[in-house]
T-cell receptor, first 112, second 119 residues
Framework: DAKTTQPTSMDCAEGRAANLPCNHS???????VYWYRQIHSQGPQYIIH???NNETNEMASLIITEDRKSSTLILPHATLRDTAVYYC?????????????FGQGTRLTINP | NAGVTQTPKFRVLKTGQSMTLLCAQD?????MYWYRQDPGMGLRLIHY???????AKGEVPDGYNVSRLKKQNFLLGLESAAPSQTSVYFC??????????????????FGEGSRLTVL
């Protein structure tokens, strides 16, 4: 299983861009990178995913390096409500079902 | 549209007791999953199901059983609870398993969690 490595914690000022890095050096060619976040003890929430191209949606942008060994999640204008644990996940398929292997994630704190 | 609903949300058990956690989804999703989350850790997959009547083991299946008799429900059972099973349990569902399908983000929809304490 491809593993991901993330910093344990990060801080960011409100209104600034939050850049969360992730290393996934053992990722295979057909494995997607997914980002989820978990606020307090709620269920994780999907943010964005990508294979090799950069992606953007209403929540965030995902920048994947050309060799696909690392990626960065960007929250362009962080708010206090973005304080959460962010998980970078490599997704692969087993028996037709997607399998997400969660690491410990990055605890992002947005400061006023 | 309730999404993914888990019951109960809290439960305290004594060692050796049995119980069942119910996960219900109203999105007509094919795939359902049970995860557990321990303090300071990410989620670990216990069991999953790719459709009604099917189940499969995840990373940490020992001590748990599951059933998917109806498409909308995925039950997680503990036959003889142990203190090591004290955890927060999350259920999730998704419409498809494979990436690349049109309109499919591969997103998992999670429930709000069930906190289980085994004394």
């Amino acid at each position: 299983d491809a593993k991901t490595t993330q910093p344990t914690s990060m801080d960011c000022a409100e209104g600034r861009a939050a850049n969360l890095p992730c290393n996934h050096s053992t990722i295979s060619g057909n494995e997607y990178v997914y980002w989820y976040r978990q606020i307090h003890s709620q269920g994780p929430q999907y943010i964005i995913h990508g294979l090799k191209n950069n992606e953007t949606n209403e929540m965030a942008s995902l920048i994947i390096t050309e060799d696909r060994k690392s990626s960065t999640l960007i929250l362009p204008h962080a708010t206090l409500r973005d304080t959460a644990v962010y998980y970078c996940i490599v997704r692969f398929i087993i028996q037709g079902a997607q399998k997400l292997v969660f690491g410990q994630g990055t605890r992002l704190t947005i400061n006023p | 549209n309730a999404g993914v609903t888990q019951t109960p949300k809290f439960r305290v058990l004594k060692t050796g007791q049995s119980m069942t956690l119910l996960c219900a989804q109203d999105m007509n999703h094919e795939y359902m999953y049970w995860y557990r989350q321990d303090p300071g850790m990410g989620l670990r997959l216990i069991h999953y199901s790719v459709g009604e009547g099917t189940t499969a083991k995840g990373e940490v299946p020992d001590g748990y059983n599951v059933s998917r008799l109806k498409k909308q429900n995925f039950l997680l059972g503990l036959e003889s609870a142990a203190p090591s099973q004290t955890s927060v349990y999350f259920c999730a569902s998704s419409p498809h398993g494979a990436a690349g399908l049109v309109g499919n983000t591969g997103e998992l929809f999670f429930g709000e969690g069930s906190r289980l304490t085994v004394l």
